[in-house]
């Protein structure tokens, strides 16, 4: 029995690992065991440091993330349809801080060909999609990139970061409550996006519906102007009403976004 726990809990650590989020009761339908076996897994995982318990589940431990490549192959149709809307709201003539994560990817991908526009950015992999773009303007902003975060967030980075005031940043978020506001699993992560968003007029965010109450380790922003939100069509309703009474302005992708959600730990946008 012991040989089979042994691989059970394996193969939690392997999803987690990719997917950032484990739920007991779909652990439980996967291996065909009770809630409760699965429950005392996750108890044991946890007290070896592998995974933070939450309600229902678990999650990577604080100070981890899924890494960018990874997510960038997850759910690109939703991340999409999130890129879309967000990039038609980006002013002519603007400069535009992209922040990591894939969905601010979807973003730079969505960009209208006849947007001109000033894009800045840490992660090589927006840089590589908006690089020899006619009418953007791209700044890179250099350092050591965290195999992880999949952008640059170290000292110098964060020098470079501090000599530039965009009009807009578009920040990644791993998770969005209510009380905390966003918030980072990566704690170097978090500091330099609260940079960004300080260095910045204004802020937005692209938030998949499956990152809307998903705590997180590190505080980003607050949930108030100036700052915007992009989610998903079916984005609870009652949450929505809330961020808008807190003076957040809330933008809804038209109905058609693809409900099959597989929750990924890590910056959303």
């Known amino acids: 029995m012991d040989h089979f726990v042994s691989e059970r809990q394996s193969e939690i650590l392997a999803q987690l690992r990719a997917k ?24 044991e995982m946890a007290a070896r440091g592998e995974c933070e318990r939450v309600y229902g ?30 990039a038609g709201l980006l002013a002519e003539g603007s400069a535009v801080f992209l922040d990591a994560g894939s969905t601010n990817l979807a973003i730079a991908r969505n960009l209208p060909e006849a947007l001109r526009l000033t894009a800045i950015t840490n992660t090589p992999a927006i840089a590589a999609e908006l690089a020899g ?14 195999p992880a975060v999949g952008a640059a967030i170290d000292a110098t980075a964060i020098r470079q970061l501090e000599t530039i005031r965009p009009d807009l940043c578009i920040l990644g978020a791993c998770g969005l409550t209510l009380d905390e506001g966003l918030a980072a699993d990566v704690f170097e992560d978090a500091a330099f996006k609260r940079l960004a968003s300080t260095a910045s007029k204004r802020s937005l965010a692209a ?37 808008v009474r807190q003076g957040v302005e809330v933008h809804r992708c038209a109905s058609g976004t693809i409900n099959d959600k597989k929750p990924t730990r890590g910056n959303t946008p």
């Open 57 to 86: 589940g678990a999650l990577l431990p604080a100070g981890q993330t899924v890494p960018l490549r990874t997510r960038i192959a997850d759910e690109p149709d939703r991340k999409a349809m999130l890129g879309r809307k967000a």
């Open 207 to 243: 938030i998949t519906s499956d990152k809307l109450g998903l705590r997180a380790a590190f505080h980003v922003h607050d949930l108030a102007a100036p700052l915007s939100l992009v989610v998903e069509a079916d984005a609870d309703a009652a949450v929505v009403e809330q961020l």
């Open 133 to 146: 773009r006619a009418g953007i303007e791209l700044v890179m902003i250099g350092g050591k990139v965290d």
């Open 20 to 43: 950032g989020r484990v739920s007991a009761h779909e652990l439980a339908q996967t291996f065909d065991v009770s809630e409760d076996t699965v429950r005392r897994d996750l108890r």
